[in-house]
């Protein structure tokens, strides 16, 4: 027996944070000992290799965490999708491996061995057999442990029969969500079987979502379903056990379309009699309907009317590194100011292209060269109770905030403050109002 893993983090997992491997080895006396990892895509592709000499306890302590992060990309731009969207960045699967290497003497030269036994070889001493990690970040300051505790949105049922069950795995913090007849929003969800190997039976089998519309007296107006069609082809005919051997890295994260125009766009509009509407995700039945009883998550959208006011409906990454959505919905104005960028230009022509030089009054002193136009939005919530004021400081720390403009596209912008007014009343309940300056991350300019 060679290498031993005393620890592995768990998966799923959230990157940008201290994902930790403790390894010991029954031959960390031989010369020149060194561990080996190898971090691997989900391909199998060698991405990094690291090697580490054995601490004073004889164990090595790899962290992974912040390696992996440099391999994401934000391509998850999915606000507008009008099916279940498959992740393309937001996730990945990794394999690490690890091995080790020595030589004959304190002199000669090292071999890598496979870290299982004293046999050369590539490292191949694994743990899980993959490690699907998001792309988010964690308050390590709230964290009882080194990672994510990934229960709280990732359980796994048994898709081979109709077990009863209610969570609440969206990656999301917004259980109920204030939308506009035109907005789009999306909830995203672990899904399959993200734990380990590709299993037959154990599953976050997120099938399908429910869209139940309702009026202001609560009476049922209509209910419409999309189904999970990133991993089934015919959601009519195939069972969990026809296509859990298709999952990958694509389908283990699935964006679900939510808001009034993603359904629209989807042909299932909401009426526009529906005063809030709930969407349910749901496990498949064994005869290969909605299970109602397997519920992953409900949530609620209350539709407002937006008539005589322009609503300014931000997007960011929250803190599993998918997206969530808030309107703000009182008071927004804008500011452009005009950053001029000037030269001196000189009394004479050195340039001519005749045999004279004219005299010519306007070369002579500053020229505009071009205007650098930078428009200052500002932007007012409602009140807010501390729950939601608590829940809206996410969008604040993130580095990718995006607006839905007036034409339905989203923007990328910057947010440069974030006020908040505070307002206790006689019996202690605390209400706050956030005012946020933030700019377009492309800016304008104008050239002579």
């Not at 993603?262 to 299932?268: F, P, V």
């Not at 020229?367 to 919530?381: F, L, W």
């Not at 501390?386 to 809206?392: F, I, K, R, S, V």
């Amino acid at each position: 027996m060679s290498v031993t893993i005393q620890q592995q983090p768990t998966t799923p997992g959230i990157v940008n944070s201290d994902l930790l491997f403790v390894l010991t080895s029954t031959q960390v006396s031989q010369p020149q000992f060194q561990y080996v990892c190898d971090i691997k895509n989900s391909s199998g592709t060698l991405i990094q290799r690291i090697k580490q000499q054995p601490n004073p306890s004889s164990k090595a302590v790899f962290d992974t965490g912040q390696i992996m992060t440099s391999y994401f990309s934000n391509t998850d731009q999915i606000w507008t999708t009008d099916v279940v969207a498959p992740n393309t960045g937001s996730g990945l699967n990794f394999i690490v491996a690890f091995g080790e290497e020595y030589g004959a003497s304190p002199s000669s030269s090292v071999v890598l061995y496979n870290g299982i036994s004293a046999t050369p070889g590539v490292p191949a001493k694994t743990g899980s057999i993959d490690y699907f990690n998001l792309y988010g970040t964690l308050n390590q300051l709230e964290m009882t442990n080194w990672n994510w505790n990934s229960s709280s949105k990732y359980n796994e049922e048994d898709a081979s029969d109709d077990v009863t069950f209610t969570y609440q795995n969206g990656l999301t913090i917004y259980d109920v969500n204030s939308v506009y007849s035109n907005d789009y929003h999306t909830i995203s969800f672990l899904n399959g079987n993200v734990s380990d190997a590709p299993s037959s039976t154990l599953a976050q089998n997120v099938f399908a979502v429910t869209c139940k519309q309702y009026d202001t007296t609560g009476s049922l107006i209509s209910s419409s379903v999309i189904y999970n069609e990133s991993i089934y082809n015919d959601a009519s005919t195939e069972l969990w056990i026809d296509v859990y051997t298709s999952q990958s890295q694509d389908t283990r994260l699935v964006h679900f379309p939510a808001g009034p125009q993603n359904w629209s766009d989807a042909g299932l509009p909401i009426s526009s009699s529906c005063d809030y509407y709930t969407l349910t995700f749901n496990q498949q039945a064994t005869d290969g309907s909605v299970l109602s009883t397997g519920i992953w998550g409900e949530y609620t959208f209350n539709i407002g009317d937006c008539t005589g006011f322009t609503p300014q409906r931000f997007a960011w990454k929250n803190t599993y590194g998918v997206w969530d959505y808030f309107n703000f919905t009182k008071a927004n104005n804008r500011v452009s100011n005009i950053g001029r960028k000037e030269y001196t230009q000189t009394f004479v022509d050195y340039s001519t292209t005749t045999n004279s030089v004219s005299y010519d009054q306007q070369r002579r002193g500053r020229v505009n060269h071009y205007n650098d136009v930078t428009k200052i939005r500002v932007a007012n919530t409602d009140w807010l109770n501390q729950t939601e004021a608590d829940n809206l400081r996410e969008m604040f720390f993130s580095a990718d905030v995006f607006i839905q403009d007036e034409t339905n596209t989203f923007i990328p912008v910057v947010i440069t403050t974030a006020n908040i007014t505070e307002r206790t009343n006689d019996l202690a309940q605390k209400m706050f109002q956030y005012q946020v300056a933030y700019e377009h991350a492309v800016g304008q300019y104008s050239r002579q």
